[in-house]
């Protein structure tokens, strides 16, 4: 593995690797993503010291905020490569 690599850089690869598919390093704004639940788009209601639950103020489920946070970032991702014609329909590399 070359160690001019940063980390995030040597976990696509050893992902590709180990997967046998194609994966991409895409960088993604953060911002918003831990203010909307990710299904309904509701705003979460956040109280102080309680870092790792929320209230959906939409839907009324109470949302683990971190895996809300990286279902939005997914989101994002996703919606990203939709829009320069990506095609990562976990297209399997060939080498
Ligand atoms: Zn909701």
Redesign the pocket.
Known sequence: MPDDLDIFEKAVLIASKISGRQIKLIQINPSSTSIY?Y????RLSREQYHYDNAL??????I?NTHFNAAQNIRDKGEKFLKSINYPFSHARVTV
Do not use: A, L, Q, W
């Not at 299904?39 to 509701?42: L, R, S, Y």
């Not at 959906?56 to 489920?61: A, E, L, Q, S």
């Open positions: 639940h299904k309904c788009k509701g959906c103020t939409k839907c009324g489920n949302i």
